[in-house]
């Protein structure tokens, strides 16, 4: 794509060129995964795969290690917030709530582990479903 189109599309989302790229980079392999059945719950893509940060690490009190956020960069939690910066509000809730129903039921069936150790795998911060309410 044209540097110039892609100038276009970013100010479609209001988000800066550099922070849409970073997204559509994720979402591209996090696609590529799940099209060929691979593991995806606790995967963790390069780091070269990681988001810009966003303003729901912040919003979300994320830690940080050497000046880096712990979660939401390369794990699926990035998938996360960026769904939340390119769907539509409406669209968003409908993913999250599902997204949210399937972590519950799976709750029931866990005996060895907890479904925070599931969230914590997949590198969900404790809070991740206060971004729901986050604009």
């Not at 849409?20 to 099209?35: F, M």
């Not at 409908?94 to 799976?106: G, W, Y």
């Not at 969230?119 to 911060?125: G, I, Q, V, Y």
Request: overall charge positive; some cysteine.
């Amino acid at each position: 794509m044209k540097q110039s189109e892609r100038v276009v599309i970013s100010k479609e989302f209001n988000i800066a060129e550099t922070d849409l790229t970073s997204l559509l980079n994720i979402l591209c392999k996090t696609r590529n995964l799940c099209a060929h059945d691979e593991r995806l719950y606790n995967y963790e893509f390069q780091t070269y795969t990681s988001i810009n940060d966003t303003k729901y690490h912040y919003l979300l009190n994320i830690q940080k290690t050497n000046n880096r956020y712990i979660n939401g960069k390369n794990d699926l939690f990035a998938v996360v917030i960026a769904l939340k910066l390119l769907l539509t509000e409406e669209d968003y809730n409908k993913f999250h709530n599902k997204l949210f129903s399937r972590i519950k039921s799976i709750q029931s069936k866990l005996k060895t582990i907890t479904v925070n150790d599931v969230l914590n795998a997949m590198n969900f911060p404790n809070n991740w479903h206060d971004i729901l309410k986050m604009s």
